[in-house]
């Protein structure tokens, strides 16, 4: 059930700590190709993201000024690790179809990590995809494997520095959007009711990576919930057949 008075949001950090107000409550859900689905309640998403502020924190030394290429396609983790970066500060920049622009990159978050020229000075965390991945396979010498490693850190957010309201938060070509108009950027991005739950499509597409990031964001800093669908295979009257009937078992009271 939707918040009845949802209060809008001024920063990250303050969407991260509405999460746990309705701690049971879905605010992420994901369905993917072949049958995947994954809920993530207020509480499991805050602590996702808490454990990977953690690790940029403690391990990778992130924090206003960090510059982290999210070489990502739209997907429930992608959303995980830009609000843990955003939480600390960092800038967001997407990556896209042909690879990653990692000039003054320090962190390198990535599915792809081996198939890009890495630089050696910068930080890299491989990200496995799929929801059973327990290791990240043909993991590149030095590289984080984040199924592994993000579940060592703590439940709470240790400590986190204070993003600078005028630093970039999402950098997108020539396009920065500051901290300080992050949560504003997102619920221009998202024009659904507050307390929504939303349905929003998705595809491989890392290009619409940013789009998707700040939608959903918008979404969450109003008290809704945001279901993402990965479209299966197939013809379009099948796909919207599979969207109409996952809009219904879940609840859906907005699309995008």
Excluded: C
């Excluded at 850190?153 to 986190?160: E, K, M, P, R, S």
């Amino acid at each position: 059930m939707a918040p009845l008075n949802p209060r809008p949001a001024g920063s990250v950090a303050d969407v991260l700590s509405a999460l746990l107000s309705e701690p049971g409550r879905p605010r992420l859900t994901w369905y993917g190709t072949g049958g995947e689905r994954i809920e993530l309640s207020g509480a499991v998403l805050d602590n996702w993201v808490s454990k990977t502020t953690n690790l940029l924190v403690e391990e990778l030394d992130a924090g206003p000024g960090t510059r982290l290429v999210l070489d990502l396609p739209p997907h429930w983790r992608t959303l995980v690790w830009a609000l843990a970066a955003w939480r600390v500060g960092a800038t967001v920049a997407p990556g896209h179809g042909d690879g990653a622009d990692l000039a003054g990159a320090d962190v390198l978050v990535s599915d792809r990590p081996g198939a890009l020229d890495v630089p050696r000075s910068v930080a890299t965390v491989a990200v496995a995809l799929p929801a059973l991945a327990r290791r990240f396979d043909d993991l590149p010498a030095g590289a984080l494997d984040a199924a592994q490693a993000v579940m060592t850190y703590g439940d709470v957010i240790g400590w986190a520095p204070a993003p600078d309201p005028a630093l970039p938060a999402l950098a997108v070509g020539a396009t920065d959007v500051p901290h300080a108009d992050l949560v504003i950027a997102g619920t221009g991005a998202a024009p659904v009711p507050a307390g929504a739950r939303a349905l929003l499509p998705v595809s491989d597409d890392r290009s619409a990576t940013p789009s998707v990031l700040l939608t959903t964001l918008g979404v969450l800093a109003t008290g809704g919930s945001v279901v993402l669908l990965q479209p299966e295979p197939g013809d379009a009257a099948a796909r919207d057949a599979r969207a109409d009937r996952i809009a219904a078992d879940e609840r859906v009271t907005a699309r995008l």
